[in-house]
Each structure stands twice: as C-alpha cells, then as structure tokens.
C-alpha cells in the first residue's frame, strides 16, 4: 500500500511557489475568414486559450498541424515558434505582419470574428526562468472535451465576461482567474501527460513519483536515502531509479541535490552567507555544499552571492510585449 503524503507539500504548489509565477491576460485576438500568422516572440511560457470557433495550428518541428477548438489551451515554452491559421494549408507561408490593437482592445486577423483567443504570458524571475522552462515540453494543447477541463472551461466563461464588463475589481479578478487558467491546464496535462514528452515536470502527474517528489519538496535538508524514497513509493530501489531518471530525467538523489541548490540560490539571494545557505539545504560542509552548487549552477556560491547583491532588482520577463504576448 502506497504511503500518504499528507504531511509533505504538493510538489506542483510548491514550485509554483518558490517560482512566484505570475500570469498576466495580454489580449485578445479576433480572427476570420483566410488567415495565417507565425508568432516570433521566444524565450517566454506563453498560453493561449480558445473562446470561439477554432483553428489550426504546428510549432516548429511538428510533423504535421493540428487542430484547436474552442475551450483548449496551447502551452509553449518559449523555444519554438508557433503558427495559428485559418486553414492548415495556410501555415507554410504564414506571415509575422505585426498585428495592431483596434479600437476595442482587442487584435483583429482576416475578416469577421468566427475565432477568438484569449493570450497570456507567464512571468518568472529571471533568475528562475530556466528551470520551468525546462520543466515544460515545447508544447502542451489541452482539450477542452477531457473531463479535466471542465474547470478551465468556467475559467473561460468568467473570463470573457470580466472582459466585456466594468465591475469593481476587475482588474485583481482577471489577474486571478488567469492564474487559475495556467495552474488548472497544467493540472489537466499532468493528468494524461505522455511519458514521451520533452520536460521533467510529467513526473508530477506520475502517483508514486509524487510521493517521492512530495517527500523531497517537505524536507529537502534531510538526508534522504534512496532506499527510504522507495519504500515511501511502495516500489523496489531499482524501480524507482530506473522510472524516475526515466521521466524525470535524472536519478532521485541527483534531483534532491538539484532543488537544494535551487532554494540555496534563493537563500543566497537573500543575503544569507553561505554557510547559512548550506545549513539551511542540510550541508554540514561547506565545502561540499560549495562542490555541489557550482557543479549544479556552474557557479561558486560565493561569486553567485557578490552578483546577487550588486544587483537592484532581477530582471523579470515583461507583460508589454505586443501580440498576445506571442
């Protein structure tokens, strides 16, 4: 029988957390009749979800598009382009013709409104950026017709009606609901997530490697053996090993040592020295502590720490940009 885990966080809540991922709506597209366009913008998670109608789409390395229907949502992580089109013929001469806000606050393709798309863009610390994006697969398209989906389909209702309206806090309720979008998608994906994708974050959806996720997010500092992570995950040392760097990309232990050196880097940041860095991860070394962070971040923890300090404020990824953020 699998241990529980009430007593560990979610490791999903978790990361999300120590991220302090924010999502901000940047638009809404209007598109109709003949139309295609090709979204450059890179080196950012942006989301997209369908409103009305639907249309085709492909990101770079697609062997062939696909279709998008009113109540899903793309996820991209920000290292291939994607392209949305009226017709999947349409997509090999795409164009990247800036599109202009009208009027209504909104962006217009083609002609008519048989398709709409609400888009956003995830901010991260920069500092932190890589590590979701890594995480992710290039690409995540949530059906709107999974039973998973029927929260992000009220998401979507609410949405579109905190837009059209001006009610009082309609600003915090969109910011809100569009925080909600992300997190229930990437829940929603978790749920069917095919091993085969690019992106470790598919190991939080698996049931016993949450339990192990869970048990090293709720005490990272302590000394855990894989022996230990097994029996709490009901499954043979060597099973776990060989599913976890299977999914996760690397073994069980290499991960805990990996999130150490992740909230340390945090600690860092804060001011602390770097002993009160090492302690707070569980090093009673410093020296080995100081191993460990530069072979997982490349650098000494010590010129990480200058660095840190000569800096005012972390540049973040910027909710200006134009195009639905794409």
Known sequence: MLNSTNTYPDPLSDLLDFLQVRCDLSGRLVAGGTWARRFTNLDAIKFCA???????????????????????????????????????????????????RDSDDQYQLGQGCDFTMLGGIVQIDADQQALLLNGLPPLIHVRGTTDEAEPISWLLKQLVAEMKGGRPGRTVVISGLTQLLFVQTLRAYLAHAPNGDEGWLKGFGDHRLAIVLSSIHGEPSRNWGLEELAKKAGMSRTSLAVRFRQIMGVPPLAYLTQWRMYLARRELRAGASISEAAAAVGYSS??????????????????????????????????TSSELGF
């Open 50 to 100: 369908v409103t009305e109608g639907g249309c085709w789409y492909s990101i770079d390395c697609m062997s062939e598009p696909a279709r998008v229907n009113v109540g899903d949502v793309l996820i991209t992580n920000g290292t291939r382009t994607l392209t949305l089109a009226s017709a999947a013929a349409l997509i090999p001469n795409a164009t990247t013709t800036p599109v202009v």
């Open 286 to 319: 410093e020296s080995a502590f100081s191993s460990a962070f530069k072979r997982v971040m490349a650098v000494a923890p010590g010129q990480y720490r200058r660095t840190a300090q000569g800096e005012v404020e972390a540049p973040q990824i910027s909710s």
